[in-house]
């Protein structure tokens, strides 16, 4: 199994950029396809980014290709979510995830959320 906690998420004005962290322990990181999620008030949980497991293989949801860049540090057992040019919709609660198959965007493995909010 693997445990992941992440971090990063504030308040930030329209436009402006925050970068959120996963921290995993347990399992070896390098070993597991990692993805974000995020939760706006009142909405279903949405795909947002996906990494492969070597880190050179990615995806992005048609809503944030463009202004988030997805990353990972195997040696430091991170991933990352670079959010630049933030907009008052991508406020949500960001998850990150961890799966085996990149394919199959099956995810048995979540962190607790950080709250993102982006005023106008």
């Known amino acids: 199994q693997v445990q992941l906690v992440e971090s990063g998420g504030g308040l930030v004005q329209a436009g402006g950029s925050l970068r959120l962290s996963c921290a995993a322990s347990?399992?070896?990181?390098?070993?597991?396809?990692m993805a974000w999620f995020r939760q706006a008030p009142g909405k279903e949980r949405e795909f947002v980014a996906v990494i492969n497991e070597a880190g050179y293989r990615t995806s992005y949801a048609d809503s944030v290709r463009g202004r988030f860049t997805i990353s990972r540090d195997n040696a430091e057992n991170t991933g990352y979510l670079q959010m630049d040019s933030l907009k008052p919709e991508d406020t949500a609660v960001y998850y990150c995830a961890a799966g085996v198959d990149y394919s199959a965007r099956l995810y048995p493995y979540w962190g607790q959320g950080t709250q993102v909010t982006v005023s106008s």
């Open positions: 347990g399992r070896t990181f390098s070993s597991y396809v």
